[in-house]
């Protein structure tokens, strides 16, 4: 999985989108001139901040685009899964590629290509892949939001042993 | 094309963001208890702000999620059109179903299912299906946001007689 820095990415999605019209390449699954950049730079080490296989696409944020928002497209490989995190900034996740699973809460769902998935304020959540082929999502966020928490200590031990969630708390 | 008022709507992806994932219905490309509403209100007479044949899904937005974004599915049926219009708040746009125009500027766009588009401030902009299937898309913009506007004499002028725009200028 080829990632490029952030700013190496940055000046690929400007060019990009001076062009308007960025072209899909559905075999390929990727964006013409746009390039994975490092999921996360520093996860930090508390529980559940591990992460495996995750690739990250910046389709539109500012200072790029004049925009209150950024939009990204996020790809887990088979095996793979994000960091078990919280924030108070929201998710609004549509699925695209492939099948995956979503933690939110207490819950975990299966997803489809088109599935929504609302992540509230604060919630724990975590991306999965356990199946055969890439998983892939467009997230949508708040260009300003907070950064990534670990969830705490009673959180932990709460997913930790409820039976929906407990298979993917590590 | 069933189309509902603003409020049930509105009550309809509040109830289903509530649930946390929405499930979506590849057969009928819906979203489980989600549904359509009018397009536009009112788009007046001006040249160009005429429309047909489009549909409009919320997938989120404030008040029902606390973001500064909103996320809404477009599908226009075959002919139809949006409004020519723009306006300052920007556009991002993915293809997702079928295939379909966008004029942008005094460039057309053919997209296909992933495409990304961005129309960038005050750019006049049309999304045009001329093909045989429906053509839906994701489209990102401001919470906060202008109301669209129709194109100045000069751009209608300009636009109408480029090689380009012409045929999707009326």
């Given amino acids: 999985m080829t990632q490029w820095s952030v700013e190496q990415a940055t000046e690929q999605l400007q060019r990009a989108l001076a062009r308007l019209h960025v072209p899909f390449d559905p075999t390929e699954f990727r964006w013409e001139g746009l390039v994975a950049r490092a ?22 944020r500012p200072p790029i685009i004049p925009a209150q928002f950024a939009l990204r497209y996020f790809e887990i490989e088979p095996e793979g899964y994000s960091s078990l995190e919280k924030h108070t900034h929201i998710h609004l996740v549509v699925a695209v590629r492939g099948r995956g699973k979503a933690l939110v ?14 992540v509230p304020p604060d919630v724990p959540h975590r991306w999965l892949n356990p199946y055969a082929e890439p998983f892939g999502f467009l997230c949508v966020v708040d260009a300003e939001r907070d950064r990534p928490r670990p969830v705490s200590p009673e959180e932990w031990e709460s997913l930790r042993t409820h039976p929906e969630t407990a298979p993917w708390v590590f």
Same sequence: chains 1, 2.
């Fill in 39 to 60: 999921y996360k730079e520093h996860a930090g080490d508390a529980p559940g901040m591990g992460w495996r296989g995750v690739l990250r696409f910046d389709l539109g």
């Fill in 105 to 118: 809460g207490t819950s975990v769902f299966d997803l489809q290509p088109m599935d929504v998935v609302y």
